[in-house]
């Protein structure tokens, strides 16, 4: 048996510089043989940082991109493009394993981490997530802790009140991780778990769970981030197959598209549901984490310095997403 492995992070996204660059420090100096970033627009800064990174592959998937692709053209939705993107790392990298994560996930790894991937004969296996909550005054982007899986209905409508329906399984985003796959297998890539080639539906194969790996999920890096997640999400086309979001998140949704022109409202959603007071935290008890995350000494390891302030970051967020805002009639302070 090989006595390394060569796994690779695959991400398609379209946010500030200063996060993607976090996001590639990060992961390769976890050990990751390959990150990929295929950048959905063009992102000058973020291009030009990370050009000589050793390991870095960054595309920026154009007209001609897409023109040259297989699909000929730009899919319309962007987890299409997603999944197409990691299906071309998946399918043509020198890698053993790949994951699919985007621009606010990122992995979490305890010692074991090659090891558990060399001794496992299984074609994919899956990395729990853990949801970042605000705690208090921010001092950067990253600043807060992580809840976990809460199945305790109770508990939840305890801690919450009337914004628990705005959660599922005590989390406001996805709570059911994601598979890193096995190359050579015949799988396509999805943007959570690995596709059957031949029936083109999920795979079937026994639900193996990683030990040594978890996924801390960012679900937006700030208040502003977070909103424009969602009126984008609100706002998107209506296609002949409706993309599934739970029910928690259709709430979340339709409270953002409702509240566009009431920043109080909308910020008293977004603190209620997207952070915890001292109280809140002590109540969830081991469903939350006092993880403390900064990807700071990773960029220093690279060379790479990024403006990892809100201020900054919701002032790019701003200029990147003006139709948007424009669009939603968005209020929002700054």
């Known amino acids: 048996m090989n006595s390394t492995v060569r796994w690779g992070v695959v991400g398609t996204m379209d946010e500030p510089a200063p996060l993607i660059v976090a996001w590639v420090a990060h992961h390769l100096s976890l050990g990751a043989s390959e990150v990929h970033v295929f950048l959905d627009r063009a992102n000058p800064e973020a291009q030009a940082t990370l050009a000589d990174i050793p390991n870095c592959f960054t595309t920026l998937c154009d007209g001609r991109y897409w023109q040259e692709s297989s699909r000929s053209e730009r899919p319309i939705r962007h987890t299409a493009r997603q999944k ?176 566009t022109e009431k920043p109080r409202q909308m910020a008293k959603m977004l603190e209620a549901v997207f952070a915890l007071d001292k109280d809140q935290a002590d109540g969830l008890g081991g469903s939350h984490l006092e993880i403390v995350f900064h990807p700071g000494k990773a960029m220093e390891q690279y060379g790479l310095s990024a403006n990892l302030s809100i201020e900054n970051f919701d002032s790019e967020l701003r200029r990147r997403e003006a139709d948007l805002i424009e669009l939603t009639g968005l209020q929002w302070p700054g």
């Open 84 to 259: 197409y993107n990691a299906t071309h790392v998946y399918q043509n990298r020198p890698l053993d394993w790949v994951i699919q994560c985007d621009a606010d996930e990122f992995l979490d790894l305890s010692r074991g981490f090659s090891e558990e991937l060399l001794e496992s004969n299984a074609r994919t296996m899956r990395l729990r997530n853990v949801e970042r909550v605000r705690r208090g005054p921010a001092n950067d982007i990253f600043h807060g802790t992580f809840r976990g899986l809460q199945e305790n209905q109770e508990l939840t409508d305890r801690i919450y009140g009337r914004w628990s329906e705005f959660l599922n399984a005590g989390m406001a985003g996805y709570h059911d991780g994601k598979d890193i796959t096995r190359t050579g297998e015949d799988f396509t890539m999805g943007v959570h778990f690995p596709i059957d080639a031949t029936t083109s539906q999920r795979h079937h194969d026994p639900y193996v769970e990683m030990r040594s790996a978890r996924i801390l999920h960012f679900d937006g890096l700030t208040p502003l981030h977070v909103v424009l997640k969602l009126l984008k999400r609100a706002n998107e086309p209506k296609y002949q197959v409706p993309r599934k979001h739970g029910s928690q998140r259709e709430r979340q949704f339709r409270y953002a598209r409702n509240h």
